[in-house]
């Protein structure tokens, strides 16, 4: 065999030996990590939640006495009484800022047999939980769901209508709260009849926005309310009362689905005010909330 075939045929065995030769093994992947985007704090805990710091004034009505939380409790001195976190926790954005912040219901007991539950929302501060805001539920509330629904809380829970007994509300409810601000406000509010409906107030027009110095505000009840009549209130930004009138519902029959469109005057209200409009359904019977929507606007 000469020279030129032995080194065709050893070219030949060193490319078969090749092809058969296994491909390098690629270096793994990073593993992905919670790490947080820069700027933006990692989000709260449920452990953080229920070894934070609470503010309740409860006790003094002014000056708010602060809690250190240990799993979900703190003990008065002397068996005075408890403060406690409930279940379930909510976790989620608050503040659309991208970090997560917490809620949780909070219960006080002095002593006596009233349980006071009060919803209380955790900002979320460099990655810790700062107290907000807080709001009183009920005494002695039958708690079903806490969680963040695209921003808000929603709520829903069984509270005292005005016959029940202390030991034992009947009242079943759903409602958000949005935070606007230091303070948790009441979005909506619908409660169940006793025929199983659930009497609710939407307004469709106009949407969070601005006004003029007058709105025309639109809606649906699913249930028409006594006389078929609502009542709007305007608040500004602090809670103050500027306005409150009649809104007229028409509908089929009594009780039966309906709808309202009303001119409200905003007039005499200054220019660049945010106000909030609430439609509410109020028992004839004994003033109690039963149903409320709501829209914020700046008037022009």
Not at 1 to 27: E, G, H, N, Q, Y
Not at 130 to 153: C, E, H, K, M, Y
Request: aromatic letters at 6%; hydrophobic letters at 40%; glycine letters at 8%.
């Amino acid at each position: 065999m000469d020279t030129a075939v032995k080194r065709i045929l050893a070219a030949l065995l060193f490319l078969t030996l090749a092809a058969c030769a296994p491909s390098p093994t690629p270096p793994p992947a990073p593993a992905p990590t919670d790490t947080p985007a820069p700027g933006v704090a990692s989000a709260l805990t449920a452990e953080q939640v229920r070894n934070a710091s609470v503010s309740l004034s409860t006790l003094t009505g002014d000056t708010p006495i602060t809690y250190q939380l240990l799993n979900g409790t703190y003990n008065l001195p002397n068996g005075n009484g408890t403060v406690n976190l409930l279940d379930p926790l909510a976790l989620g954005d608050l503040d659309y800022d991208g970090a997560g912040d917490a809620a949780a219901l909070i219960a006080e007991n002095y002593g006596g047999s009233g349980t006071f539950v009060s919803l209380i929302a955790f900002r979320n501060e460099n990655g810790q939980p700062v107290q907000v805001a807080i709001t009183p539920i009920d005494d002695r509330p039958q708690i079903t769901s806490l969680n963040f629904d695209a921003g808000q809380l929603a709520l829903e829970a069984t509270v005292h209508g005005f016959e029940d007994p202390m030991c034992c509300p009947t009242l079943q409810t759903k409602r958000h709260y949005a935070l606007i601000d230091s303070s948790l406000i009441l979005r909506d509010f619908s409660t169940l009849a006793a025929d199983g409906r659930w009497r609710e107030i939407q307004i469709t027009s106009p949407q969070d926005g601005d006004g003029t110095s007058s709105v025309q505000i639109q809606g649906t009840v699913t249930i028409s309310p006594f006389e078929n009549s609502l009542v709007y209130h305007v608040f500004d930004a602090a809670g103050t009362e500027l306005a409150v009138g009649p809104v007229a519902v028409t509908a089929a029959e009594l009780g039966a689905s309906g709808t309202f469109d009303a001119v409200i005057a905003l007039n005499g209200v200054p220019a660049g005010t945010t106000v909030r409009i609430e439609i509410q359904d109020v028992s004839a019977a004994d003033g109690s909330l039963l149903a409320m929507d709501l829209v914020i606007l700046t008037v022009k």
